[in-house]
């Protein structure tokens, strides 16, 4: 069998060169919103995406139908207009269909994505408004990094690999079910799960958790404390630093979080109404979970 191809999912570009002269009045104009895997309605047009692939693949089969979906994809270029979206698709479609898992790869996440698992504590230039960026960009007073002492274990949260890891799993184990994909874990009629299969979204993250605590024990620092009371503050304050998402044509940075932060209800364009968006409903989910572990659920 030949060597896996590497299908063409553009990797982010260099960071812009700084611009001579400042932004106009108002700011950058409006773009698109950028994709996003908390947006129900994103995720459903990938899956959709992503199905309509894996149907074009099947109908020929081998090499040829493979081309075929290429050359869709490459139309779709020219179509989905939301940064981001087509992008998450085709990931969806190699992780779901057989032939083009073993045919693809896409570069690891540290080469897709510099920017975006940078260290806090880079020597890189951080990105600021003036460069092209969205308006996203906040300028933080507070060093790059987390604040002292949970700086000592910012190398295992800010580790490439563990991230990607967290992008995989959405791939594997999407929101919405991929019709046409046989072995989709996602919930539904026609994707049967395992037997206590949604058990593994606890032990995963069990063994995140313990992975975490050994790390915290290796420097010193007490074991992680649970975050169950979720309108109290945040005493750790965080700067992300140079830290930077390319979305296919926007590039986005992260604010810092101050020491003693709170959470707040999400309001953002399409986050408002999803299932979670409000703390209380938070509170409500962190109820009945715990009800029903307690009752032998």
Do not use: C
């Not at 057989?98 to 897709?112: H, I, M, S, V």
């Amino acid at each position: 069998m030949a060597a896996p191809r590497r299908l063409g999912i553009p990797s982010a570009p260099a960071l812009p060169a700084p611009v001579a002269a400042p932004l106009a009045a108002g700011g950058i104009p409006e773009a698109p919103r950028p994709f996003s895997e908390f947006v129900f309605e994103d995720v459903e047009r990938a899956s959709e995406i992503a199905s309509d692939l894996i149907a074009i693949a099947a109908a020929k089969g081998g090499e040829e139908g493979l081309a075929e979906a290429v050359s869709e994809i490459d139309r779709l270029r020219t179509t989905e207009r939301q940064p981001g979206l087509l992008q998450h698709a085709v990931k969806l479609f190699i992780t779901h269909f057989p032939l083009a898992r073993q045919t693809f790869t896409w570069k690891p996440l540290e080469k897709r994505q510099p920017n975006l698992v940078v260290p806090s504590k880079s020597s890189a230039t951080g990105p600021v408004a003036a460069r092209g960026l969205r308006a996203e960009v906040a300028t933080a007073e507070q060093p790059p990094g987390s604040t002292s002492p949970e700086n000592e274990v910012d190398f295992w949260r800010e580790d490439p690999l563990i991230n990607e890891h967290h992008e995989h799993w959405h791939l594997v184990y999407p929101t919405v079910p991929i019709p046409g994909s046989h072995e989709s874990s996602s919930p539904g009629d026609k994707y049967p799960l395992g037997n206590r299969h949604g058990e593994l979204f606890a032990y995963m993250h069990e063994q995140m958790r313990a992975r975490y605590d050994a790390e915290r024990l290796a420097v010193g620092m007490a074991r992680v404390e649970q975050f169950d009371q979720y309108t109290a503050s945040i005493p750790q304050g965080y700067n992300p630093g140079a830290l930077a998402l390319w979305d296919g044509g926007t590039w986005t940075a992260f604010r810092a979080r101050p020491e003693g932060a709170t959470l707040s209800d999400l309001t953002a364009d399409g986050l408002a109404g999803v299932p979670g968006a409000k703390l209380a409903e938070q509170a409500t989910f962190r109820d009945r979970m715990l009800a029903a572990a307690q009752n032998g659920y």
